[in-house]
């Protein structure tokens, strides 16, 4: 990875033309480390995403975005959005180094391939698209998304497509392949966020509130009780329920 992971702070009113999506957002988000956001639909998690990685977007942050390192974000975070957004007369491997390609740069193809083996890919990097499952399309998406090597990961909805197997395979992997970055996860599923989260938030109109996850590390697995019960909480969150 280029550069250590570093922690974020983000902070202010999430601002669409007149309308505040979200006041007074509080995120301090560890650094090396997997950060879910859930919330309804239409609060703005999408928009906090593409602001974090320096994308376009109609919306602005009254306050700021910083890293722990005191240095600029731009150019330090990679995006897995939802749908593997892949170009359906590229193979795998020329799909996983389109990155360099589009900046006119030479493609590790060496480094693609390694990737792709431990994505579980091997023998399937000439492989286009319609070729590959869904979920198989999902893992070359993840091999792009790291082959980007940056220190900062925006995963929006990334998984929300697949079957609850693949989901879950997808998951582990992607908790194995990015460990040790700083990553933001934005997702609608409470078990998603179970599984995965060393810290949560939710996100609302008023704010964020932090949501109390289980003791085990990420990824915790599907069926244990303490995954299920903060997916029962998460889900009373969403509602808003009190407690969660
Ligand atoms: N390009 C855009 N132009 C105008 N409004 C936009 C644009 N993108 C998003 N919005 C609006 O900004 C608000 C927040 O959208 P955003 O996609 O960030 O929400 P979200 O929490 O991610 O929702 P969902 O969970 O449904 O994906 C919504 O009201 C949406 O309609």
């Known amino acids: 990875m280029t550069g250590a992971a570093p922690a974020l702070r983000i902070a202010g009113d999430l601002r669409l033309g007149t309308q505040t999506l979200c006041r007074d957002l509080l995120l301090e988000v560890p650094g ?11 609060v703005g998690k999408s928009t906090l995403g593409r602001l974090i990685a ?27 959005a939802q749908g593997d957004q892949l170009l359906p007369w590229a193979n795998a491997l020329s799909n996983a180094t389109i990155g360099a390609q589009l900046r006119g740069k030479a493609p590790d193809r ?13 023998g399937l990097e000439h492989r286009r698209p319609a070729q590959l499952s869904g979920g198989q399309r ?4 993840l091999v792009r998304t790291l082959i980007e090597d940056k220190p900062v990961v925006v995963l929006d ?22 460990a040790g970055r ?26 964020a509130r932090r949501l109390d996850l289980p003791d085990r590390s990420p990824p915790r697995p599907i069926d244990a009780a ?9 889900y009373g969150a969403l509602l808003g329920r009190a407690a969660a």
């Open 138 to 141: 999902q893992r070359v998406a």
């Open 32 to 42: 090396g480390g997997w950060t879910v956001l859930l919330g309804r639909s239409g």
């Open 182 to 207: 700083t990553v933001i996860l934005i997702t609608h599923d409470p078990l998603e966020a179970a599984r995965l989260a060393h810290r949560a938030f939710l996100l609302g109109s008023e704010g």
């Open 54 to 80: 320096g994308l376009a977007t109609p919306a602005r942050l009254i306050g700021g975005i910083a890293a722990s390192d005191d240095r600029p974000l731009a150019g330090r975070v990679a995006v897995m």
């Open 226 to 234: 303490e995954t299920l019960a903060a997916q029962g909480a998460f």
């Open 110 to 122: 060496a480094r693609a391939r390694t990737l792709l083996a431990r994505a579980g890919l091997n």
């Open 157 to 178: 909805e990334p998984f929300s497509a697949l079957d609850a197997g693949t989901r879950a395979a997808m998951q582990d992997l992607a908790a194995r392949m990015l």
